[in-house]
């Protein structure tokens, strides 16, 4: 008999796409840690180090056990020097002091308040930051205008930081459902993004629409959205219309990371009875009771604000972040209510900030709703790309264009060495292409 310690040595594959990565996470405080970095720099717009991070936290994610001593992590990848000394802060001291006093800076805590407006990217949080505004209370008083996104971001501020549960997602499901085959039937609605890899909250609600029929779905979005208008269901909605056909860098190689599908950003209204304890079989009509009520939050003129647009909630890296209501302040305690003004079927009344943006005190509340129209041919690259995580998409192409000359998109897979498309109608194929074990949804959570 040996009195040799065994020490277990980790081992996996650099790709995040060739890992399973469940949400059962064994190492949560060291990723967590590894995130808040990750996030801080994102924010400081350096994407580079960002993804180092994410990529460090990613690898954790997919171990069976816990890590108890640096020695187990020789084998593996994507742990660069200032991850390995954050690791090894946190096993020797238990906590990261570089992740907790950036918790704790001004700018790190000033910049996730104002992302947390919809709306707002990390460009203009840092301009306002350098400008002194720290708070939603400053930002008011600084007398920006704003755009419609960040207007409706600002006065739905509470809701939208609030993570959508489960039971919220299934909510909207129907209720997008009842949109789409009123306006279109035989469609079909997919629940997409995190919800489909399993988790039980997220930040937003992410669907993906076709037709078995190519062609049937064109024009379709924007009759979804008036349906879903006359219902009362949306508080803010912003649609983009399909670009991909007329795009000039073809498919499979988009000038940006950003998609051309038509596209729905959204806030809908959900009533409270739809979102928690709703009882089975006790559905009720799809017109809410109080969709005659209209909610008319009056922050700064919202005809000044046009032509700005919402991109920078597209396309900033640190927009769509984990919900961690937990580590912000309350904002809004601070705002004036004499700002706020609601219209409650044609009667104005000055309105108390609690009643007009806690979740408590109304019978809704704003949930962020991203519906995304996809012709058919196109389905599969549409939902492998849709359902996330974002890490694990970035190296989804990574390995396509690093390792197989081949450019993945939402849209589709080119082959740079046949010159040439290579067809899909469904994920597995996807994954076969690329030469990669098929990883089902709920283990793509790096
Ligand atoms: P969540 O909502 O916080 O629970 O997390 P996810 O994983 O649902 O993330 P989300 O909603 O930001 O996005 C879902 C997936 O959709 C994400 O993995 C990547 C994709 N996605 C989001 N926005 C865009 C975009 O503007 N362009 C492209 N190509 N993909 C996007
Ligand atoms: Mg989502």
Redesign the pocket.
Known sequence: QSNKVEVVVFSAPSYACKRRTTLKNHNTLLTEALSILAESAELNEDEGRGVAFRRAAAVLKCLPKAVSSMEQLRGLPCLGDHSMRVIKDILENGASSEAESTKQSERFKALKVLTGIFGVGAKTADRWFREGIHSLSQLQESGHTLNQAQQAGLQFYDDINL??SKTEADAISEIVEKAVHAVLPGAEITL??????G?L??????FLITHPEEGKEEGLMPKVVSWLESQGFLLYQKTTRNSYLESKDGPGR?AS???RFE?CLSIFKLTKDRCVGQKQGTKQSATPIESHVKTVCSLGDPTQAKGEGNSES??GSC?????NPQSHPHPLSQIHPSNLTLNVLGQEKSLDVDQAQTSGHKPWRAV?V?LVVSPVSQFAFALL??????L??RELRRWAGHEKAMSL??HALYDNKQSRYLRASSEEEIFAHLGLEYIPPTERNA
């Open positions: 993570p959508v997409t993004g995190g919800f489909r890899r988790k909250t997220g930040h937003d609600v992410d988009p990371n950003m998609d596209r597209l396309t927009q769509k972040t984990e919900p962020r991203d790309g849709w359902t996330g995580s974002k694990f998409e998109s939402s």
